[in-house]
């Protein structure tokens, strides 16, 4: 059966290991047909020869697709443990430790979550909403973003900023510490630094940055707080997610400690890392709930 774009495959030199979805299918200059492919649930971008790839049937994808929602939901449990804690200390300390009559509400941090995947922004948003945390979403082209940045900052004054999409690590195109050898460390690096030059403090505008096998140490010195991928190595679709869920419910007198936001993420600190930040929730008295009558 021939492999068209959208279907889901496999690289059988890698043994199938990681599902990906085909988004487009070209010739190189020696006629050969070359696929370009994006990780189903890794934020990595490959190319692949035609003739390497194996169709995946819907049975064994339902099954991984089980898999990874099984995961997702274990560690959602998991944050939704610690912000549980997180608010009973939040009440403790807004009333002075007394059994106020009066209550308090919540303002989480606002995030901006810029996404080169339409699939995986869709992916993001639906457990932003699970999570609690206001977002808004826009899906744009990695070699975009830099040119893009300046006018979405201004135009939705984030707290949180995600910059995310797709990347990979290319030995033949140097090594590892050689920026060039990656496919949007670069326009990931520049976005980065555009934003700083409106927000310079990092505790003001909080940023994640990166994607599959990224250059970690450029993000975090052009002005990231946590970026990917500290050993080069695939993160999941939805890291970012828990990273931006565990600063935007943590207040902002109290600093997050960097393993207590990765602890909860589906990769780890293999995958991902960053500096110690502040939180960014603020809490507020009193909360006056008015009757329909009112």
């Known amino acids: 059966m021939a492999i068209k774009v959208g279907d889901i495959v496999g690289r059988l030199s890698y043994k199938c290991d990681i599902y990906f979805r085909v988004v487009n299918i070209k010739e190189n200059e ?3 047909s070359i696929v370009i492919l994006y990780g189903e649930d890794m934020r990595l971008m490959a190319d692949a020869p035609y003739e390497d790839l194996q169709l995946i049937d819907t049975s064994e994808h339902m099954a991984r697709q089980k898999q990874q929602e099984e995961l997702v939901d274990q560690s959602f449990e998991l944050f939704k443990q610690d912000y549980s804690l997180l608010r009973e200390k939040h009440e403790f300390y807004a009333t002075n430790g007394y059994h106020s009559k009066l209550d308090f509400f919540q303002i989480p941090g606002k995030v901006l979550h810029l996404d080169g995947d339409p699939v995986y ?4 948003l639906a457990l932003y909403e699970r999570i609690g945390v206001p977002v808004h979403g826009v899906h744009c082209l990695e070699t975009e973003m830099p040119e893009k940045i300046d006018e979405l900052i ?9 910059i995310t999409g797709h990347d990979a690590y290319s030995k033949s195109k140097g090594k590892k510490h050689d920026l060039n050898a990656y496919r949007h460390s670069k326009h990931f690096v520049q976005t980065v630094r555009k934003a700083r030059r409106h927000v310079p403090n990092l505790d003001q505008l ?4 990166g994607a599959c096998q990224s250059h970690f140490e450029s993000l975090i010195r052009a002005g990231a707080n946590f970026a990917s991928s500290p050993t080069r190595i695939n993160i999941h679709a939805l890291d970012p997610v ?3 869920g565990k600063i935007s419910f943590t207040p902002f007198i109290e600093h997050v400690n960097v393993w207590d936001v990765l602890r909860n993420t589906l990769t780890g600190e293999k995958g991902l890392g960053g500096v110690d930040t502040k939180g960014v929730l603020r809490t507020g008295m009193p909360f006056h709930r008015h009757s329909e009558e009112e």
Request: charged share 25%.
């Open 206 to 209: 909080v940023i994640f940055a």
């Open 242 to 244: 828990y990273i931006v």
């Open 30 to 32: 020696s006629g050969q």
């Open 121 to 124: 922004l869709r992916k993001c």
């Open 154 to 162: 201004e135009r939705y004054r984030p707290d949180i900023l995600v």
